[in-house]
């Protein structure tokens, strides 16, 4: 590793310090409109965020090209941390909290589009607060390393290695004959719009603009943060629906949907394995949701078809808005829910989770091996969308199960060392590090996790950006060959 590496990342870093001070300078629009007393507050965020960047980026302008591509896991996670270490400072000075830690958390949580907070009713933070918690969602969402991806020929960094740094494995479902750059314009593209055209849909229906804004920008995303302590479940079934149709646009992959919405249908009818398995997830689960909540929790038809669905959209997309207190559903309607947070939507979208490709992989290689034993001498190589499947991808997907399976167990564990209950802990576990956010208990339904012990919430942060990184990027950094020349 040499100096010039790292300060060419620093020089970055600054850069994209001095685009998030940008970001939170517009939080002093709502401050200034709802009057609530945070307008030099958070200027003064802003400023200082923007001054810090700028004297990064000036001290090491000269150093623009990083040398070895194991730098692209160390930038990513860096970037992570210290866009979230920056994101804490609305939350302490404007005065929604006076904890370092709960305001960690919840800049975590808002950074790695997870949902989980520690504030129980939300509604009681500062207008300024509230957009900064649904702006860390929203460009946490779109992933921080695509504009990294978007700027790296001034870093001489390998894109391919900068996005497999966020998302370990890999996608042949949107794979076009494209260059890099022209993706991410596309990705892009296809989330702006999607993010005017909820916002106006949601304002037609008879919505505010504060709460459409806010509402688009958390649960397009995938994050699930509301701006009342009851989440979602106080809006028409209308408006309901049209949160679930962006959580659901979410949770596909996003070259697909630009291909879709440019008539370039011939592209990817080849190419809808995942997307048909994500669809038959969200159906199939949907039904059995429904038939819990009207058979098992007393729900009408027309209530249980409308919460079953919204609620399963959410968790399968990892988006984690609640349409009502799930914490008093039957219980393995919850664990089903929780189940398929585990799932996620599909690779190359804003949702958490294993994705649907690796799940989809992981079952068409149970398959053949199933099928092996009872026919040694036939070659049926697995296959998606039509093409073989490399070894080498089936392995790598392996590896991130059986890291994924460890991770949740040990954050059981730890959580129970914490003094938090079994079943607590498994929810919180499993929905920090799917980017779920809600869990089972207290911190189900409309619950939070203002109850969790500093020790809990530190060990709950490093799940969300474990599970956001997907695990390897930041295990990788624990390798000591990683640290040699």
């Given at each position: 590793m040499k100096t010039n590496d790292i300060k060419a990342m620093l020089r970055f870093i600054g850069l994209m310090l001095v685009a998030e001070g940008g970001l939170m300078a517009l939080c002093v629009v709502p401050a200034l409109h709802f009057a609530d007393g945070t307008v030099w507050h958070i200027a003064a965020c802003s400023a200082f965020t923007m001054a810090v960047g700028a004297i990064m980026w000036g001290l090491f302008r000269r150093f623009n090209r990083i040398e070895h591509r194991r730098m692209a896991y160390l930038l990513v996670t860096l970037l992570w941390l210290t866009l979230t270490l920056f994101a804490t400072l609305p939350f302490l000075v404007c005065g929604a909290t006076r904890s370092f830690t709960h305001a960690w958390f919840e800049a975590m949580s808002g950074v790695s589009s997870t949902g989980a907070t520690v504030f129980p009713d939300v509604s009681k933070l500062p207008a300024s607060v509230l957009l900064w918690r649904s702006m860390t969602q929203w460009f946490?969402?779109?992933?921080?390393?695509?504009?990294?991806?978007?700027?790296?020929?001034?870093?001489?960094?390998?894109?391919?290695?900068?996005?497999?740094?966020?998302?370990s494995g890999a996608d042949n479902t949107g794979k076009t004959a494209?260059?890099?750059?022209?993706?991410?314009?596309?990705?892009?593209?296809?989330?702006l719009a999607g993010t005017v055209v909820f916002v106006a849909l949601l304002w037609v229906s008879g919505m505010q603009i504060w709460d459409a804004v806010n509402l688009t920008f958390t649960n397009i995303s995938s994050g699930g943060f509301g701006v009342g302590a009851d989440s979602i479940a106080s809006l028409t079934p209308v408006q309901q629906y049209i949160l679930a149709g962006a959580m659901l646009m979410s949770g596909v992959n996003f070259t697909l949907?630009?291909?879709?919405?440019?008539?370039?249908?011939?592209?990817?009818?080849?190419?809808?394995?995942?997307?048909?398995?994500?669809?038959?997830?969200?159906?199939?689960?949907?039904?059995?949701?429904?038939?819990?909540?009207?058979?098992?929790?007393?729900?009408?038809?027309?209530?249980?078809?409308?919460?079953?669905?919204?609620q399963t959209i959410s968790a399968l997309t990892t988006t984690g808005s609640v349409v009502a207190d799930t914490s008093q559903w039957w219980t393995p309607v919850c664990f089903l829910l929780l189940t398929l947070s585990l799932c996620g939507g599909m690779a190359g979208s804003t949702s958490g989770g294993l994705k649907t490709m690796r799940v989809l992989i992981l079952l068409r290689n149970a398959r053949a091996i199933l099928r092996n034993r009872l026919h040694p001498n036939?070659?049926?190589?697995?296959?998606?969308?039509?093409?073989?499947?490399?070894?080498?991808?089936?392995?790598?997907?392996?590896?991130?199960?059986m890291v994924y399976v460890f991770t949740i167990m040990l954050g059981t564990m730890g959580l129970m060392v914490c003094n938090i209950g079994a079943?607590?802990?498994?929810?919180?576990?499993?929905?920090?590090?799917?980017?779920?956010g809600p869990g089972l208990g207290a911190s189900g339904g409309f619950g939070s996790y203002a109850a969790f012990s500093p020790s809990a919430l530190w060990l709950c942060s490093?799940?969300?950006?474990?599970?956001?990184?997907?695990?390897?990027?930041?295990?990788?950094?624990?390798?000591?060959?990683?640290?040699?020349?």
């Open positions: 946490g969402g779109f992933g921080i390393v695509l504009i990294v991806l978007a700027i790296s020929p001034r870093l001489g960094i390998n894109k391919y290695a900068l996005y497999t740094a966020e998302a494209v260059s890099t750059a022209v993706t991410v314009r596309r990705t892009l593209a296809v989330y949907l630009f291909l879709f919405f440019t008539f370039r249908w011939s592209q990817i009818r080849h190419k809808l394995d995942q997307f048909s398995f994500y669809i038959g997830i969200c159906t199939t689960a949907s039904l059995l949701v429904v038939a819990g909540l009207h058979w098992q929790s007393g729900y009408a038809w027309g209530d249980a078809v409308r919460l079953g669905t919204v036939a070659v049926a190589p697995l296959r998606l969308n039509g093409r073989p499947v490399s070894s080498h991808i089936v392995g790598n997907v392996m590896v991130i199960f079943t607590e802990a498994i929810g919180a576990a499993v929905g920090c590090l799917t980017g779920y490093l799940l969300m950006i474990l599970g956001r990184l997907e695990c390897m990027t930041v295990l990788i950094l624990l390798l000591p060959r990683f640290w040699r020349r």
